[in-house]
């Protein structure tokens, strides 16, 4: 029963599932009876009011119970009459006109008797702002008034038990037969939730054919009904949809369709969480200015969770790999305001410093070693996600959704994000965009937009969220020298020291340093001269040596420094390939090739006319066998003479019947082309 808030003298309420009854009303005390227990207390009526609005208070109706159990936090709220369409809320409004008008408060002011009259009279006087879909053709009998005022008698006079139960229509769907029961639930668990994931018109066939299998020795009487399509699909509803989810695909796959995603604790303060992952943009890019076309990016960023300030990003052709991911840290760590200087970008991007912890999926690339040592020298803590499971750094995710779909689909080249997506669209031809340029576009984005951009997550833009955090105690911290990035954010390789130095990605490099060690390793083997090697993708110029003699690392420069100095790794790949792809067009690799197989032609020509002349000479020196035998009886020095002047005079007769026969001169001409004057052509 509901309560004017005073706890007036017989009003009932629940409290910690205790029931009490307000027996005596005072001006500020209420006299309370405990209706388990009897016993008689008295509180103030500032304090019940207090704990009826903490919720500890329920009121009771007359027809609960006082020692039922109940828990007031368990207790589902019902259906609101807001919810309702207008035609239910006007129906409910019809009803509470006639209970109103006939039984204020649940007391009937008529007699049974005139009732009827009663009913027909507030017929009459509907109100006119009811609308028409609520109003009634007819007036309600007598029974159906007395049936409504139970309904609101017994909810204590609530409206929304007026609501008229449409859903309650129709007939009830009939039980399934006792003996057909086992046989679905035995088809669903050996058939339907299996990986080959049938549909339940298969299991029903499958279901059929069991059942006439088992008719087969059931006698006619105790036969089994063929099931429906409704029966086979209800018990399939009421089977634990994670389990069937499961069999059918995978447990991530069930977890995925099952569950709601809530939001995980949030990190206070700046680089607390730094969330990493790779993506292939959807665009296609050239390498240069000339057009070549490369193919699509791949784009490896880090977004500080706290802000969502994006604090690095890089753009690379290679597939994700240690190295992008340590240039792209090394990226997040440093100070933006020569890359913004460089790009021409218009405004602020203050994201730099160490991240605490950078959370990180599977793959191979991000459990490399260079990645796990670059975090400890650092002191970076490395939390790995499940696998398959990548709401656990929804961040990241929901960024490269929306830089595809919000940036890349627009720009000229790009793939869309599906292939049927693209209609007539080509994307090859379209492709115009050299990749540094698109580095621009994207960084320029990122600054110019996102960071600009008002973000629900945390009810304001990233640029706003950091510099609102970079204010506090714990702000982001940066090493104490640069050169510590460019030695611990770069991969470690293996080369030996020569006579030339070292030599990596074709290039050499030396110095004092290391000629002070190639003298004092040059007499050992070539096993002891590998030394651990940090080449800098950012700047070929030079490379970081480790000294086996002190456990430290020093630089060696570039024994070409007017190329090397200021070129990444990535221009040097394509220098190196524009190089290849000039020679290619030149005639000098057709006429190498048609010389040097004329020259083997002609070699090969020589070997067999000399096996010729030997085979000729040898029939030459054959003799009758009377002049053999004669032959015989003349000394071993005279025979010897003989066959040997004979073997002469043989060549002699073959080399004067058959002149020598010269080359047949090349089909390539070497007229025409140019030369230059250091012998290669100005690629650089």
């Not at 000729?616 to 040997?644: F, H, M, Y």
């Not at 002469?648 to 230059?676: D, I, M, N, Q, T």
Request: glycine share 4%; hydrophobic share 35%; charged share 30%.
């Amino acid at each position: 029963m509901s309560s004017d808030g005073n706890f007036t003298t017989g009003t009932r309420f629940r409290e910690q599932d205790r029931s009490f009854l307000v027996i005596e009303q005072g001006a500020r005390n209420r006299v309370l009876r405990d209706l388990a227990t009897q016993e008689v207390t008295t509180r103030s009526a500032a304090q019940l009011r207090k704990q009826y609005e903490a919720g500890a208070i329920e009121f009771l109706d007359l027809f609960s119970a006082p020692d039922a159990p109940h828990n007031t936090c368990d207790k589902a709220l019902e259906k609101s009459l807001a919810d309702c369409s207008e035609q239910a809320r006007g129906e409910v409004k019809v009803k509470l006109h006639f209970l109103n008008g006939i039984c204020p408060r649940g007391r009937v002011l008529f007699r049974r008797s005139e009732v009827h009259e009663a009913i027909l009279k507030l017929h009459r006087e509907l109100p006119d702002k009811l609308p028409d879909v609520a109003r009634r053709s007819s007036p309600p009998s007598v029974s159906t008034f007395y049936a409504w005022r139970r309904a609101w008698v017994c909810s204590d006079f609530s409206a929304r038990h007026l609501i008229n139960r449409h859903d309650l229509r129709g007939r009830r769907p009939a039980p399934i037969p006792e003996g057909l029961v086992p046989v679905l639930e035995r088809v669903i668990d050996e058939f339907y939730a299996t990986g080959n994931r049938p549909s339940v018109s298969e299991t029903l066939e499958r279901a059929e054919a069991e059942v006439d299998r088992m008719n087969l020795v059931r006698p006619p009487v105790d036969q089994l009904p063929r099931p429906t399509r409704r029966q086979l699909q209800r018990l399939i509803d009421k089977a634990d949809r994670f389990v069937t989810l499961q069999a059918r695909f995978s447990t991530a796959y069930a977890r995925k369709a099952t569950r709601i995603f809530t939001r995980n604790n949030q990190p206070t303060r700046l680089l607390e969480r730094v969330e990493i992952d790779h993506s292939p943009l959807d665009v296609i890019c050239t390498a240069d200015e000339s057009g070549l076309v490369v193919g699509r990016p791949y784009l490896t960023v880090l977004i500080d969770v706290a802000s969502r300030m994006i604090v690095g990003a890089w753009i690379s052709f290679r597939p994700p790999n240690a190295a992008t991911v340590l240039r792209a840290l090394k990226h997040a760590i440093l100070p933006k305001d020569e890359l913004l200087k460089r790009y021409r970008i218009k405004g602020p991007w203050p994201a730099r410093g160490v991240p605490s912890q950078i959370v990180l999926d599977n793959g191979k690339e991000l459990h490399s070693n260079a990645l796990e040592g670059a975090a400890l020298d650092l002191g970076v803590s490395l939390v790995y996600c499940p696998p398959r499971q990548p709401f656990y750094k929804g961040v990241i995710e929901r960024f490269l959704q929306e830089i595809n779909y919000r940036f890349i689909h627009l720009l000229p080249g790009t793939t869309f994000a599906k292939y049927w997506l693209r209609e007539d669209y080509d994307s090859l031809k379209n492709a115009v965009i050299p990749v540094e340029d698109l580095r621009r576009l994207v960084y320029r984005w990122i600054v110019e937009v996102y960071n600009k951009k008002f973000h629900r997550g945390i009810q304001t833009c990233p640029l706003e969220k950091w510099n609102e955090r970079d204010g506090n105690v714990d702000h982001p911290v940066l090493p104490r020298r640069i050169e510590v990035l460019d030695v611990y954010l770069t991969a470690t390789e293996e080369r030996t020291l020569g006579s030339k130095g070292i030599e990596i990605n074709s290039l050499h490099y030396a110095g004092a340093e290391l000629n002070d060690l190639y003298c004092e390793l040059s007499q050992r083997p070539a096993s002891s001269r590998r030394l651990k090697v940090k080449p800098n993708a950012d700047d070929l110029g030079f490379i970081h040596v480790l000294d086996p003699r002190t456990n430290t690392y020093f630089k060696a420069p570039c024994t070409w420094p007017e190329y090397a100095n200021g070129l990444t790794q990535e221009q040097h790949e394509w220098c190196r390939a524009l190089a290849r792809e000039r020679y290619e067009a030149l005639q000098y690799r057709s006429a190498l090739l048609a010389s040097k197989q004329e020259m083997l032609d002609e070699a090969r020509q020589m070997h067999e006319r000399h096996q010729n002349l030997l085979a000729l000479a040898e029939q030459e020196v054959q003799v009758p066998a009377k002049a053999k035998s004669k032959a015989n009886k003349t000394p071993r020095a005279s025979r010897s003479g003989v066959a040997t002047q004979s073997r002469a005079e043989a060549a002699a007769a073959v080399r004067s019947e058959k002149p020598r026969r010269e080359p047949a001169p090349s089909p390539v001409s070497f007229e025409g082309l140019e030369a230059f004057a250091t012998g290669q052509s100005d690629l650089f």
